[in-house]
């Protein structure tokens, strides 16, 4: 068997590291020159409308620069999703556009990225005053990325268009569909992250709504399929509240209270709950502190 002489292992274990520490300089040279561009995009933000065009022109040549330089790294990716929110904040949109469709063509297995451009496609209708062509991409993204964050969020966001623009037919529609939506993705999860988000969402949009009622049933759903969650005791306390002082019906709070503790009688709130529905039984109709 031929053995290497030390000094050989001395000379490679020198070239791996020169190589390490080449990759590791490459990185960070292109995370430093993101962060540049990104603040100098964060500055013109501030005030947009009194920058002038040399500034927007220098941050748009830092984002190709990078883009150019360090292709096929990370950094790329995140590069071009900068630029394109940088062109909506210049409102060149359809350079935006073509940048976020570009990720689409550059990184089709990277979901998450996929669910964020999308939404950029959409805003970029918005900011263009497009809301026709913003709703269709909207829309889009709650049908091509169902379980992402992002999706789960955009019912609220399209029912809190129409309740800036003071909308109020369509904001209540928005709603409402934000409901039918939410309801069949906490069906189709039960149990899991997933379902308990919806089953808040669904809560939230009832008070948007002001429909107590509906409100009160979701928020018992929400405490009886998910009794660990650290949000318990504030939704328990929620739905006394919306019982008593929007429905004056202190034997609702006392009847979801007692629900609660037969279907969980060892939970850690058990003595505290007890304590409350013998003091609403006694006939108090004030907010238990």
Same mark, same amino acid.
């Given at each position: 068997?031929?053995?290497?002489?030390?000094?050989?292992? &001395? #000379?490679?274990?020198?070239?791996?590291?020169?190589?390490?520490?080449?990759?590791?300089?490459?990185?960070?040279?292109?995370?430093?020159?993101?962060?540049?561009?990104? *603040?100098?995009?964060?500055?013109?933000?501030?005030?947009?409308?009194?920058?002038?065009?040399?500034?927007?022109?220098?941050?748009?040549?830092?984002?190709?620069?990078?883009?150019?330089?360090?292709?096929?790294?990370?950094?790329? *990716?995140?590069? *071009?999703?900068?630029?394109?929110?940088?062109?909506?904040?210049?409102?060149?949109?359809?350079?935006?556009?073509?940048?976020?469709?570009?990720?689409?063509?550059?990184?089709? %297995?990277?979901?998450?990225?996929?669910?964020?451009?999308?939404?950029? $496609?959409?805003?970029?209708?918005?900011?263009?005053?497009?809301?026709?062509?913003?709703? #269709?991409?909207?829309?889009? $993204?709650?049908?091509?990325?169902?379980?992402?964050?992002?999706?789960?969020?955009?019912?609220?966001?399209?029912?809190?268009?129409?309740?800036?623009?003071?909308? %109020?037919?369509?904001?209540?529609?928005?709603?409402?569909?934000?409901?039918?939506?939410?309801? *069949?993705?906490?069906?189709?999860?039960?149990?899991?992250?997933?379902?308990?988000?919806? !089953?808040? $969402?669904?809560?939230?949009?009832?008070?948007?709504?002001? &429909?107590?009622?509906?409100?009160?049933?979701?928020? !018992?759903?929400?405490?009886?399929?998910?009794?660990?969650?650290?949000?318990?005791?504030?939704?328990?306390?929620?739905?006394?509240?919306?019982?008593?002082?929007? $429905?004056?019906?202190?034997?609702?709070?006392?009847?979801?209270?007692?629900?609660?503790?037969? %279907?969980?009688?060892?939970?850690?709130?058990?003595?505290?709950?007890?304590?409350?529905?013998?003091?609403?039984?006694?006939?108090?109709?004030?907010?238990?502190?």
């Amino acid at each position: 068997m031929r053995v290497f002489p030390k000094k050989i292992f &001395d #000379i490679l274990a020198v070239i791996v590291l020169c190589l390490v520490l080449s990759s590791c300089s490459k990185e960070y040279n292109a995370e430093r020159a993101l962060w540049k561009a990104g *603040r100098h995009a964060r500055d013109i933000a501030k005030n947009p409308d009194a920058i002038p065009p040399s500034e927007y022109n220098r941050t748009i040549e830092e984002y190709k620069t990078i883009i150019n330089k360090f292709s096929g790294l990370g950094i790329e *990716r995140d590069a *071009r999703f900068g630029l394109g929110q940088f062109y909506i904040l210049k409102k060149d949109y359809e350079a935006a556009r073509r940048e976020f469709k570009e990720i689409f063509r550059l990184y089709p %297995e990277e979901k998450g990225l996929l669910a964020s451009a999308q939404f950029a $496609l959409g805003n970029s209708y918005e900011k263009e005053g497009v809301w026709e062509q913003a709703l #269709i991409e909207y829309r889009k $993204l709650i049908e091509d990325f169902p379980n992402s964050n992002l999706a789960l969020q955009m019912p609220i966001y399209i029912a809190g268009y129409y309740e800036k623009q003071r909308e %109020e037919a369509a904001r209540e529609k928005a709603f409402r569909d934000a409901v039918q939506y939410y309801q *069949r993705i906490a069906s189709e999860n039960p149990k899991t992250e997933l379902g308990y988000s919806a !089953e808040n $969402l669904i809560v939230f949009s009832y008070l948007k709504l002001g &429909d107590w009622e509906k409100a009160v049933e979701a928020l !018992e759903t929400l405490v009886i399929d998910y009794p660990k969650s650290r949000a318990v005791a504030q939704n328990l306390k929620l739905a006394s509240d919306i019982c008593i002082k929007k $429905l004056d019906s202190p034997e609702k709070t006392v009847s979801i209270y007692e629900r609660f503790i037969s %279907e969980n009688p060892n939970h850690p709130l058990s003595d505290k709950i007890k304590e409350r529905i013998e003091v609403l039984k006694q006939g108090a109709k004030d907010v238990i502190k």
